[in-house]
């Protein structure tokens, strides 16, 4: 990977995160108004949540950083770490439901939009709390926690973890974001720029 350290990694993914769930606030807002969201945003959404969020980053807390807290007396049952273990599962199955959704959504031919703009809304509510406590709670706990030598560890920790899951799909991972984004507000802005005309 790089020389980023393992927490400084972490926020970098909620930051990511947080900007791919401002998206989808716009795309909530496009269906509210009568828009429709294309297929492939869709399937590129869930596939980032559940691949990067997921799969990436909740899976490299749950995997390496919260039993090496454990290990240093950080109680699993107790705040933080139960907290967000449960709000993982909470988020698992906010994915699961935006997938469902998302495939009613197309299957109908966009008609049954007010599901899936009630999964999406959950979605929105339900990250920025999230990694509010990861940032503001969990990593400034774990700085002041793990040493220099553990913090080296976890760092190979996450690099294999990336590896196992795939060559570079933490990059292409950013970058589908980075696209999401832009698609999101482009359509948007072409949307608005064709209201005018």
């Known amino acids: 990977m790089n020389n980023t350290k393992p927490m400084e990694e972490l ?7 947080e900007r791919v769930v401002a998206a989808m606030a716009v795309l909530a807002e496009k269906l509210r108004s009568g828009k429709e969201v294309e297929a492939r945003v869709l399937r590129d959404l869930v596939e980032f949540l559940q ?8 899976g490299k807390e749950e995997h390496y950083l919260f039993p090496l807290l454990e290990k240093k007396g ?45 999964t999406l809304h959950r979605l929105i509510e339900f990250y920025p709390a999230h990694v509010w406590k990861e940032d503001y709670l969990l990593l400034p706990i774990t700085d002041k926690i793990l040493s220099d030598t553990d913090q080296e560890s976890l760092a190979r920790e996450f690099e294999q973890y990336e590896s196992e899951i795939g060559s570079d799909v933490h990059h292409g991972f950013e970058q589908l974001a980075e696209s999401l984004v832009a698609r999101i507000h482009a359509e948007e ?3 608005a720029v064709s209201a005018a005309a």
Do not use: W
């Open 189 to 191: 802005g072409s949307a």
């Open 74 to 118: 950080v109680l699993v049952s107790g705040c933080p770490l139960a907290v967000l273990l449960n709000e993982h599962d909470r988020g698992r199955r906010l994915m699961a439901d935006l997938k469902q959704t998302s495939e009613a959504y197309v299957r109908s031919g966009n008609r049954l939009k007010e599901a899936l703009i009630g």
């Open 11 to 17: 926020e970098h993914e909620n930051h990511i995160i």
């Open 51 to 58: 691949v990067f969020a997921d799969d990436c980053h909740h």
